[in-house]
């Protein structure tokens, strides 16, 4: 089992910075395609940003504004997010597979990104 908890959301405003984490319960190593996704309000959750075989991937809409990194040694990861737009609100979720004697899909349980214009 994989506790996955995000935290840094917050009230912002347009043109400003958030950097969000996600603490991992287990080995950041040992979780597959780990990944940043989004939900606004009445609209389906979407990717974000995700870090696979150590390559960083991210949706076109946040490409050269958000940076996703992670601390190994802090099974942590990160977004950090500047530019921030009205429209980048939303609650932000972490996810990740991983493999025990099958893959599981785990998702923390978000936090909300507000951007003020």
């Known amino acids: 089992q994989v506790q996955l908890v995000e935290s840094g959301g917050g009230l912002v405003q347009a043109g400003g910075s958030l950097r969000l984490s996600c603490a991992a319960s287990v080995s950041i190593f040992t979780i597959k395609s780990i990944s940043w996704y989004r939900q606004a309000p009445g609209k389906q959750r979407e990717l974000v940003a995700r870090?696979?075989?150590?390559?960083?991937n991210y949706a076109d809409f946040v490409k050269g504004r958000f940076t996703i990194s992670r601390d190994n040694a802090k099974n942590t990861l990160y977004l950090q997010m500047n530019s921030l737009k009205p429209e980048d609100t939303a609650v932000y979720f972490c996810?990740?597979?991983?493999?025990?004697?099958?893959?599981?899909?785990?998702w923390g349980q978000g936090t909300q990104v507000t951007v003020s214009s």
């Open positions: 996810y990740g597979r991983r493999f025990e004697l099958g893959w599981y899909d785990y």
């Open positions: 870090i696979t075989d150590g390559v960083p």
